[in-house]
């Protein structure tokens, strides 16, 4: 029911060109209004992702001027799962097809579906904002007691991210044979 609230809410919210759009081509205006709000909120996330990484290479530096070499090989892998997973968001599946696409078309309930899953991901994102943010101050203020702790939390929260948003890519392109 919540895919119908979505549906409705972007309907409430179209101009006279997308409602005369839905009228000649059976919705697919709403179809691509809900498109476009998913590649928005996809959008913001990279960005998040990427100012983390930057924050997370300035933590890494500080620990290493610290001396604290046998950090280093977690600080590298958080950098490299951040790199994954950002490009995973930034080149995800949209739900495109085709206004005749032989394949079948994508139902706005799928659509909506898909938006408020990558919309329920944004706790995920501030989680992990919140743990990275916390990391960087532990090495500004050099109280490198703690820094381990949060590196291992860090690592936790990004790998079961990734996990989510696989987990999105297999709900919205399941294999059907």
Do not use: C
């Amino acid at each position: 029911m919540a895919e119908r609230d979505t549906i409705e809410k972007v309907k409430n919210k179209q101009g006279a060109l997308s409602q005369i759009q839905n009228f000649f081509t059976l919705g697919y205006g709403t179809k691509e209004d809900l498109r476009e709000l998913d590649r928005k909120l996809r959008d913001l996330y990279y960005t998040d992702l990427r100012d983390m990484r930057h924050v997370w290479e300035d933590a890494y530096m500080g620990a290493l001027n610290a001396g604290l070499a046998a950090l280093s090989s977690d600080f590298k892998k958080i950098i490299q799962v951040l790199d994954r997973v950002m490009e995973k968001v930034r080149h995800a599946d949209y739900g495109y097809a085709g206004l005749m696409d032989r394949k079948g078309h994508i139902r706005e309930e799928e659509l909506a579906r898909m938006f408020n899953y990558d919309k329920a991901l944004s706790s995920d994102v501030d989680s992990l904002k919140e743990s990275v943010n916390k990391a960087y101050s532990d090495t500004e203020a050099e109280n490198w007691t703690d820094v381990p702790a949060e590196v291992k939390k860090i690592k936790g929260l990004l790998l079961a991210f990734e996990n989510r948003w696989r987990e999105r890519e297999d709900h919205f392109r399941p294999l059907d044979v």
